[in-house]
């Protein structure tokens, strides 16, 4: 089932990671297997941030040798890092197996990526400007408690809680997908896609990594594939309409955009409020309530209808 | 049944005749439909548990911490109580408000509602002055709502009577499988609207969207503005008089008449070329309905 949401705040920032919690909680119902968001906060030119995992959740209970292969892992990352000539300003781990880098770097961060993620076990979950990704096992409440991201500000954000019915319950197949190596845009998805195999080796052959088996992180791929070759962010979610089989409703968020498609049947929910200064969405109303409990005005988009907003 | 002949058939009573047609009796076991149906009865059109309520005896409920279940627990304890109206307060999207009110009640809800809010209904008056979400007053028997803003898709799905009324637009798949009642939408509707419809009227006062009415097996859909398209074995019907007169009464009753009147309206109905209730057996077709 899968509850998404998302909200952008138009020209200012807010506290997004206390709202988007919020929101996510009130969708707990619809997938209590893992929680993730996509926060964004005030972009740093020449600074990336740099979320990634060396580890699954459930890895940490398979005997204590995990812990020393985590330790060899960051190793191996931060040397990587040295190659590349990416100054490490912070390095901070909220928990063992997934950590956040602030770093300096000049230049196209992809083959850093890339090289990074040749690492066994180590999957980059976001890199970007104003992007940080996170997401774990459990409800939003636990999720944003462990990253501390009740107090988050920043202009936009998608957040997802997963009922696993495609892939396992693991970080790897959780949302938000960071659409690699394309900086600082992420994609959540409700829905299922019943082309997965076929667009997966044509994107493969493209040659695109990836990580799961879950039909969402197509989405991800696909669009970092369209805005690698300047399709706009409207035009690559109109086309995935027409490209993508299957049931979906999902969202888009880049450094200052957040984008919304839904597919040909309208077969999965979206709830939507605009005014002149904030957009939410949710898959539900219950979850717009939790951030607006003052009467508002909601309507749901139709089949095939495409949205874009700026922040 | 093929084994009778058109001879046979006419020399049998009507009793005899519906029998040996495939038609059959049968003693319901359903303890409320027992019930309900017992022709020594006094005459009554309540169900005998449905507790006597006075419309003038109003109270209000403030859902705000309380969980769906706690609220309509609540709704059937102030009933029990003799209160026949019943303003919630602050909803805030809570799911499956209002369902299952199978007697008269005036219940308002001041807000709007989540998922499957009013469903199930046989008898109540219903206003909420927000916007419900999918599958508003889904299965309903009988009865009136009233929605003041938009509502989420399956709008009315399955209903079987009563009038549903939404001023704002709706979402997709409007009216899909229902089996009689009335579907009225002051604004548009999404795609395949009365998608496998049965019986009862959908009127849109606004645009539809693609494949309206597909797969219908039968009822009538009237459109006031732009049809996208038309499904599967729909087709467009000659608007009578009849018609006419219906519509200016019920849009009339909602509030919901157009300036330029009713004339403009499309009238949809099913094309009967697919597998219809005319072509089955009377025994299948008893199965179905």
Redesign the interface.
């Known amino acids: 089932m899968c509850g998404i949401a998302g909200l952008i705040h138009k020209g200012k920032s807010s506290n997004v990671g206390g709202e988007m919690t919020a929101m996510l909680q009130a969708l707990k119902h619809r997938g209590p297997d893992s929680t993730g968001y996509a926060v964004y906060g005030k972009p740093t030119e020449g600074d990336y941030i740099m979320r990634l995992k060396v580890a699954e959740a459930e890895d940490m209970h398979k005997g204590r040798g995990i812990h020393q292969v985590i330790v060899d892992r960051i190793a191996a990352v931060e040397e990587i890092l040295a190659e590349h000539g990416a100054a490490v300003k912070s390095k901070e781990s909220v928990t063992e197996y997934a950590l956040r880098f602030v770093l300096g770097h000049e230049g196209d961060t992809s083959v850093m990526a890339e090289h990074i993620e040749e690492t066994e076990g180590v999957e980059i979950l976001s890199l970007g400007n104003g992007l940080e990704l996170i997401k774990d096992l459990g409800d939003a409440a636990d999720v944003a408690g462990l990253y501390g991201l009740d107090k988050f500000k920043g202009t936009h954000s998608i957040g997802h809680t997963r009922m696993a019915t495609e892939s396992d319950v693991d970080i790897r197949s959780a949302h938000p997908y960071w659409a690699f190596p394309y900086n600082d845009v992420s994609v959540v998805h409700n829905g299922q896609i019943t082309n997965y195999w076929i667009m997966r080796r044509e994107m493969e052959r493209k040659g695109h990594r990836f990580m799961s088996n879950c039909d969402s992180e197509l989405l991800a791929v696909y669009t970092a594939h369209n805005l690698a070759n300047g399709i706009t962010l409207e035009q690559s979610l109109r086309n995935s309409i027409e490209e993508i089989d299957g049931v979906f409703t999902y969202l888009v968020a880049t450094k200052d955009q957040l984008g919304m498609a839904k597919d040909?049947?309208?077969a999965k929910?979206l709830?939507l409020y605009e005014s002149d200064d904030l957009i939410a969405m949710a898959s539900?109303?219950?979850?717009?309530?939790a951030i607006l409990?003052e009467?508002i005005?909601?309507?749901?988009p139709?089949?095939e209808e495409v949205r874009v907003w700026q922040a | 049944m093929a084994s009778v002949s058109d001879a046979e058939l006419k020399q049998m009573s009507q009793e005899e005749r519906v029998t040996a047609l495939g038609m059959r009796t049968e003693q319901l076991t359903g303890k409320s439909l027992h019930i309900e149906f017992d022709p020594d009865a006094e005459e009554r059109f309540t169900y005998p548990w449905a507790p006597e309520v006075d419309f003038n005896k109003r109270t209000e409920i403030d859902t705000v911490d309380m969980t769906t279940t706690e609220v309509n627990g609540r709704i059937r304890e102030l009933m029990a109580e003799g209160y026949g109206t019943i303003v919630l307060q602050n909803p805030r999207g809570k799911h499956s408000l209002g369902v299952g009110i199978l007697s008269k009640l005036n219940l308002i809800i001041e807000g709007s509602t989540g998922y499957f809010g009013v469903g199930l209904i046989d008898g109540p008056n219903i206003r909420i002055n927000g916007r419900v979400g999918w599958s508003c007053g889904e299965n309903m028997m009988s009865g009136t709502v009233m929605i003041e803003k938009n509502a989420g898709s399956t709008f009315g799905a399955a209903i079987r009577g009563g009038d549903l009324v939404c001023r704002g637009s709706v979402g997709s798949r409007t009216g899909i499988d229902m089996k009689g009642g009335t579907i009225i939408v002051g604004g548009d509707t999404g795609a395949l609207s009365g998608f496998m419809m049965q019986r009862g009227r959908m009127v849109v006062c606004g645009n539809a969207g693609k494949n309206l009415g597909d797969s219908m097996y039968d009822g009538t859909i009237y459109v006031g503005g732009d049809i996208k398209s038309c499904g599967v074995d729909a087709v467009e019907a000659e608007l009578t008089n009849l018609d006419k007169a219906w519509l200016t009464r019920k849009l009339t009753q909602y509030g919901l008449m157009p300036e330029k009147g009713v004339d403009h309206f499309t009238k949809i109905v099913a094309g009967k070329q697919l597998w219809n209730y005319d072509n089955l057996e009377p025994s299948e077709k008893k199965l179905i309905l």
């Open positions: 040909t049947m309208a929910p709830v539900e109303e219950v979850a717009i309530r409990p009467e005005d909601t309507y749901d139709y089949d």
